[in-house]
């Protein structure tokens, strides 16, 4: 099993930036892709981003894209998603999520990814 724990979530004003970050822990070897979604109220959670260990590649949603940056530190098994140019629309829960099938396609539905933190709660005021 892998266990996720998000960080990094507050509120901040529009225009502003956050930086969240995922510590996995237990059968880390396992993992390869690793990202976020978020889910706003009365709406189904949506990819943000990930990045693949092997290779490096990511994936962004239309709407993040120049705005947000995801990364990853293999040695501490750690995702971080940078978030700048916040806007209100950005509010949500952020989960970070973990899978470990090998693949060079960065997975973008939640249907893909076997490993979810709880989530983190981002607020980004008008």
């Known amino acids: 099993q892998v266990q996720l724990v998000e960080s990094g979530g507050g509120l901040v004003q529009a225009g502003g930036s956050l930086r969240l970050s995922c510590a996995a822990s237990?059968?880390?070897?396992?993992?390869?892709?690793m990202g976020w979604f978020r889910q706003a109220p009365g709406k189904e959670r949506e990819f943000v981003a990930a990045?693949?260990?092997?290779?490096?590649?990511?994936n962004y949603a239309d709407s993040v894209k120049g705005r947000f940056t995801v990364s990853r530190d293999n040695a501490k098994n750690t995702v971080y998603l940078q978030m700048n140019s916040l806007k209100p629309e950005d509010t949500a829960v952020y989960y970070c999520?973990?899978?470990?099938?090998?693949?060079?396609?960065?997975?973008?539905?939640?249907?893909?990814?076997?490993?979810w933190g709880r989530g983190t709660q981002v607020t980004v005021s008008s």
């Open positions: 999520a973990a899978d470990r099938h090998r693949t060079i396609v960065v997975p973008t539905t939640p249907y893909e990814y076997a490993y």
């Open positions: 237990g059968r880390t070897f396992s993992v390869n892709t």
């Open positions: 990045i693949i260990s092997s290779g490096g590649n990511t």
